[in-house]
């Protein structure tokens, strides 16, 4: 089954303003994690929710977590140029965590 | 911050041939994966590995790869005799493996068959 789809697939918007990129699952799930990747980059770690945990921050960045709805939204705020990246969620299915599986990812263009 | 390493970041072969990527993973960390992405697309699970043996393994990762741990420092992936379609980047990662844990990816090799 496929885990992680996020949603919008791409989103355009002016420098300081909000990003909200959302991603829903199917499994159930012990931790969700948000990754940003530059283009020809590698993953870098942005921030992990743990299954019983709602919401965390990380600087301008806000995750939340609802295991009811299988659903994780990250909001980056007060956008900068340097955020233009791809973002994705990747869930390890609950039972184990040896391995984690991407979503499809949300590419964020932050215009100056 | 201690990072995941890996060489070579950029290598082009011929197809059927051979090819060895190279991972160092954080030093004090016990799982170890495996992962690709093809130009555009997704970040596809390869393989995982803990305590010297593959844990689990997606369909991608047939009998054409295999991975290593040939020392104890650093963690290989083998792809015996390579496709055009094996052209992507892949990514080393590494865990620690605590409830929680945080998976680091190393820079990524770039593989291109020609």
């Known amino acids: 089954s496929q885990q992680g789809e996020e949603d919008p697939q791409a989103l355009s918007i002016q420098e300081g303003e909000n990003a909200t990129m959302n991603c829903s699952y199917k499994?159930?799930?012990?931790?969700l994690q948000w990754y940003r990747q530059n283009s020809g980059r590698g993953l870098v770690h942005l921030i992990l929710?743990?299954?019983?945990?709602r919401e965390k921050h990380s600087g301008r960045l806000r995750v939340t977590l609802d295991t009811s709805k299988k659903s994780s939204s990250l909001l980056i705020t007060a956008s900068r140029a340097a955020d233009t990246a791809s973002y994705f969620c990747?869930?390890?299915?609950?039972?184990?965590?040896?391995?984690?599986?991407f979503g499809t990812g949300t590419k964020l263009q932050v215009i100056p | 911050e201690p990072e995941v390493t890996q060489t070579p970041s950029h290598q082009v072969t011929q197809m059927g041939q051979e090819v060895i990527l190279r991972c160092v993973p954080i030093?004090?960390?016990?799982?170890f994966y495996w992962y690709r992405q093809i130009l555009g697309q997704k970040v596809e699970f390869l393989v995982s590995?803990?305590?010297?043996?593959?844990?689990?393994k997606s369909e991608i990762f047939d009998d054409q790869f295999s991975v290593e741990r040939p020392d104890g420092s650093n963690f290989t992936l083998k792809i015996r005799s390579t496709k055009l379609e094996d052209s992507a980047m892949y990514f080393c990662?590494?865990?620690?493996?605590?409830?929680?844990?945080?998976?680091?990816f190393g820079e990524g090799s770039w593989l291109t068959v020609v």
């Open positions: 929710i743990r299954s019983n945990e």
């Open positions: 990747a869930t390890d299915a609950s039972g184990g965590y040896q391995k984690v599986t």
């Open positions: 030093s004090n960390h016990l799982y």
């Open positions: 499994t159930s799930i012990n931790n």
């Open positions: 590995f803990y305590n010297n043996e593959i844990s689990e």
């Open positions: 990662a590494s865990s620690d493996g605590s409830f929680g844990n945080t998976i680091y």
